[in-house]
């Protein structure tokens, strides 16, 4: 059974910055469940969005909204994988979560990932 757990969400000013961490337990080292690592986010009302992806060979993707200021990144194969967020902006407010899923090569197939953490809150106020 796949576990995702979030860390790190809280409060931040316009122009600052957050770290976000996931980690990931209940995967054998021969799974491909975490092929594909996601940071996706759910404004108020609205469905979760695919914010960043990356991939077991560390190719990662972005949403168009935070390229530029959202930086993903994993520690190794198997290890936590984190959400640097810098100039944050208001619109940024959501409840951030992580995911997984077997989708190596497509990573951005965002309809797609299975594994879910609970969610951490980030609120960015003006």
């Known amino acids: 059974q796949v576990q995702l757990a979030e860390s790190g969400g809280g409060s931040a000013e316009s122009g600052g910055s957050l770290r976000l961490s996931c980690v990931a337990s209940?995967?054998?080292?021969?799974?491909?469940?975490?092929?594909?690592m996601g940071w996706f986010r759910r404004a108020p009302g609205d469905n979760p969005e695919g914010v960043a992806s990356?991939?077991?060979?560390?190719?990662?993707t972005y949403a168009d909204s935070v390229k530029g200021r959202f930086t993903i990144s994993r520690d190794g194969d198997m290890g936590p994988v984190y959400l640097q967020m810098d100039s944050l902006k208001p619109e940024d407010t959501g409840v951030y979560y992580c995911?997984?899923?077997?989708?190596?090569?497509?990573?951005?197939?965002?309809?797609?990932?299975?594994?879910w953490g609970q969610g951490t809150q980030v609120t960015v106020s003006s």
């Open positions: 995911a997984a899923a077997d989708l190596y090569p497509d990573c951005d197939r965002w309809n797609e990932y299975n594994y």
């Open positions: 209940g995967i054998a080292s021969s799974d491909s469940s975490e092929h594909c």
């Open positions: 990356i991939d077991k060979t560390g190719r990662t």
